[in-house]
Structure formats: C-alpha cells, structure tokens
C-alpha cells in the first residue's frame, strides 16, 4: 500500500492536488478538513464539537483527528493507497500516524510538501472564500491559519527530513503543471 502525505499550508492546493493524484493512482483521498466539514453540515455530535474550533481558525485536537483517522483506515482498508490531505499537522500526530499504519503492516510511503509564498496563500484563500462562501475564511482566520500551521507543521519538515521521506515541490503555477511536477517525483 502506497500512503502519500501532502504536506503544506492552508491555500497551497494540497486539496486539488490530492484529488488529482488519488484520481491517477486509483488511490483514497482522505481530507481532515472536508471529513470535518461534513461532520458539522450534517450537525453530528463530532460536528458540534469542532464547530467551534474550526469557526476560529484554530486546529482539531490530536486525540480527536487520530480517531477519526484510525476509523477512515480501518473502514478503507482493501484500497491500494492514500493520499493524506491536512493530515498529520502536528508530530504527535505523525508519530500515532506511523503506529496506526504499522499496526496494520503499512508505513508512510512520501510526503510531498508544497511550497507556495505566502501573499499568495492569502490571495488565494480570500478567493476561496468569495468563491466558495465559506465562513472560516476571513482575513483575520487566514492569518491565524498560518499562524498555527508555522507554529505547529513546520517541525514534521524535519521528523520526515529524518526519515528520507520529505521532498518540496514549487506550488506556484497552474494545477496542472505543479500536478505534473508532484506525479514525477511520486513515480520516482
């Protein structure tokens, strides 16, 4: 089994691009941020809990993404790969992501991170926004968006450096040609 990590901040494509790659690959794209999403359109209790948290900009605890994630492994296991979007975000969460995985005879297979300027993160998710509607991205959750995600993602850079795993990918340019650039290395 092939288990893919798109690693990068909010705004960086990882949801288009992981789309893409699970469509190319005949993989499972598992997405925290849509999972949690649907969990609060569809008012569940794990809907209302998030609620609040996601409406800050803040990110879902570990212990909470970690059960949701072993159940998403254990409800697709007969698939041949993963494509993880939004997931793990903090090293805590990697490491219970390698136990999880090891539990069931799989490891991480790459984590590809998509480098993006962040002007551009911010451009990108205002238009989100406008296009979209979606409320949990103002100016000032953006901000605080990226915020955590430095404060929080940056040191897996170096748990997955360690591990050989970890490779950057250029995030600017059209779908198609970081797409193109993400397939490449993925096939390598």
């Not at 999880?100 to 911010?122: I, Q």
């Amino acid at each position: 089994m092939f288990n893919l990590i798109l690693f990068g901040p909010p705004g960086a494509g990882k949801g288009t691009q992981a789309v893409k790659i699970a469509e190319k690959f005949g993989w499972k794209h598992i997405s925290t941020g849509d999972i949690l999403r649907a969990e609060v359109s569809q008012g569940t209790p794990l809907g209302l809990k998030v609620k609040t948290v996601m409406d800050a900009g803040h990110l879902v605890s570990d212990e909470l993404l970690i059960e949701i994630m072993e159940s998403v492994f254990v409800n697709n296991s007969p698939v041949k790969g993963f494509v993880l979007d939004g997931f793990p975000r903090t090293l805590n969460q990697a490491r219970e992501l390698d136990r999880m995985l090891l539990k069931h005879g799989h490891t991480v297979s790459l984590v590809l991170a998509l480098e993006v300027d962040e002007d551009e993160l911010v451009a990108r998710l205002l238009k989100r926004a406008q296009d979209q509607g979606r409320k949990d991205d103002t100016e000032e959750v953006i901000k605080n968006r990226l915020v955590q995600y430095h404060h929080h993602t940056k040191p897996l850079i170096d748990y997955y450096l360690d591990k050989k795993l970890y490779q950057e990918v250029h995030g600017m340019g059209t779908i198609d040609d970081i797409f193109s650039q993400l397939c490449s290395v993925i096939k390598l």
